[in-house]
């Protein structure tokens, strides 16, 4: 089963992201298809107005490279809420994960570390606060240890930056962390204002002639 719902005539394309779970994995392969391959057959010239239902970050991001990609549509998003972003999308923990638990050579893994890219990219460009922080995994006992180590091999098969590092250079990066004899080391990982990245969004969205309705 599909995550979006794709409908409409030769004049008009309906994407529908309002029930999206963020918890779930986009099937983004087959909206690719869809703009590539022209699979519903309404991406000609005839085309005039796409309606993008849900106004968080899937949504915005979705008119944002729709607009790169077909500049002179009509697109409106339309929110049941009062602004941007109002639930998941302006209410999480803002961290850009950077890629290395995830399984080696997965979509999921790929993903992150590109988004984790292209989301800072995003942020400098636009004046957006991107804090730095990296991130420390720790061991607790020997057991832990070869853990750690597998999570170094995912890091390279995922080119996501983690390394191991010693405990004591552990240390020296943040005082407070206690590890046992190694610990991962992911310099990539960072955190975001979620809020900020959705406002800046919409801004520049509204700047392309992209429509909000919310309400």
Do not use: Q
Not at 6 to 35: M, P, Q
Not at 171 to 193: E, R
């Amino acid at each position: 089963e599909e995550k979006f719902t794709i409908g409409g005539t030769s004049k008009t394309l309906i994407l529908d992201l309002s029930n999206l779970n963020h918890e779930e994995e986009i099937k983004a392969d087959s909206l690719n298809e869809t703009l590539e391959n022209n699979k519903f057959g309404i991406l000609g010239e005839k085309m005039r107005d796409v309606l993008i239902v849900g106004a968080g970050i899937i949504g915005m991001t979705l008119a944002y490279e729709w607009r790169e990609k077909y500049p002179d549509d009509k697109i409106t998003i339309i929110d049941k809420e009062v602004h941007e972003a109002f639930h998941a999308s302006g209410k999480n923990s803002g961290v850009l994960h950077a890629g290395f638990h995830y399984t080696t050579d997965s979509l999921k893994a790929k993903l992150t570390a590109e988004g984790n890219r292209l989301m800072k990219e995003f942020c400098y460009e636009n004046g957006i606060f991107v804090n730095e922080t990296g991130k420390l995994v720790d061991a607790k006992n020997e057991e832990e240890v070869e853990t750690l180590f597998e999570l170094e091999r995912r890091s390279k098969a995922n080119n996501a930056g983690a390394y191991i590092i010693t405990e004591k250079e552990a240390a020296k990066i943040d005082p407070n962390a206690k590890t046992y004899k190694y610990a991962p080391y992911s310099p990539n990982t960072a955190t975001v204002n979620p809020r900020e990245v959705c406002r800046v969004l919409r801004k520049k969205l509204e700047e392309k002639d992209v429509k909000f309705i919310f309400n």
